[in-house]
Nanobody, 123 residues
Framework: VQLQASGGGLVQAGGSLRLSCAAS????????MGWFRQAPGKEREFVAA????????VYADSVKGRFTISRDNAKNAALLQMNSLKPEDTAVYYC?????????????????WGQGTLVTVSS
């Protein structure tokens, strides 16, 4: 499956952005989806994940209550709504797909990765 992340940009602290991940070339509804991010000089870290049907989602503590992950299996898309953004949310955001019904916070559990979209939050 091929993944294409989009929606990044420059936003002021307290603002919102919505990231999209478009999937093609596979059966999207059979993959659990995740979002990860990588800030300059840091390792890629887990942000959020959602199960194949969308009934279960998990979040990193740092984004819980501010970010919402969702998916539209009819449109082969996963979304990440980011509200109340902080400068520390600045990073390249990656979407990833996992050949499993279950969510995972582990980077190594994902089989496919998108190219990343840059989110910059100014103070």
């Amino acid at each position: 499956v091929q993944l294409q992340a989009s929606g990044g940009g420059l936003v002021q602290a307290g603002g919102s952005l919505r990231l999209s991940c478009a999937a093609s070339g596979g059966t999207f509804s059979s993959y659990s989806m995740g979002w990860f991010r990588q800030a300059p000089g840091k390792e890629r870290e887990f942000v959020a994940a959602i199960s194949v049907g969308g009934g279960r989602s998990v979040y990193a503590d740092s984004v819980k209550g501010r970010f919402t992950i969702s998916r539209d299996n009819a449109k082969n898309a996963a979304l990440l709504q980011m509200n109340s953004l902080k400068p520390e949310d600045t990073a390249v955001y990656y979407c990833a797909a996992r050949r499993s019904s279950y969510v995972s916070r582990q980077r190594g559990a994902y089989d496919y990765w998108g190219q990343g979209t840059l989110v910059t939050v100014s103070s």
